[in-house]
């Protein structure tokens, strides 16, 4: 009997647990992270398009990570202005232009993608297929 009762309660279980992940329902362009922060960024992409973008960020998060030899170095969007992207020999190369003028090149995760808010919608862009984006100050707009 008892073992009946746990048997009911697994399999009752175990759709519910299964199908946690799928509550917030399917990812749509409508919905991208949106940062804390609030950045303006230009997107330049292989084809020399323009994609002008509020509410900018990399996966969410509003700085460049990357490996630099083998340690993990992370630039905030507030030092960068701006980044060269090229792929050499199946990695992701950022060359980081600094605020203060230095420069920094970063082996990036290419399996990362872009987000911003446009005028017309929400934008979504593979980090390989970016050739640069420049972030924006608010006097720069």
Partial sequence: MKRGIGCVFLLLAIPALLGMGSL?????PEKIPIPV?????VYVDQM?????????????TTFLE???????YT???????QVS????????IGIVKLRDGGTSELTLNKT???YGQTKYGTFQIKMT?????????AAQR
Avoid: H, M
Wanted: charged share 30%; net charge neutral.
């Fill in 24 to 28: 917030q329902g399917p990812a749509t």
């Fill in 37 to 41: 922060k609030k950045y303006f960024v």
């Fill in 48 to 60: 020399d398009f323009i994609t002008e973008c509020s509410e900018a960020s990399i996966e969410g």
């Fill in 66 to 72: 990357g490996k630099r030899g083998e340690g993990t």
């Fill in 75 to 81: 630039i905030s969007f507030d030092n960068i202005d």
């Fill in 85 to 92: 992207f090229r792929v050499n020999a199946e990695q992701l």
């Fill in 112 to 114: 990362q993608k872009a």
């Fill in 129 to 137: 297929d970016l050739k640069k984006l420049v972030i924006r100050t």
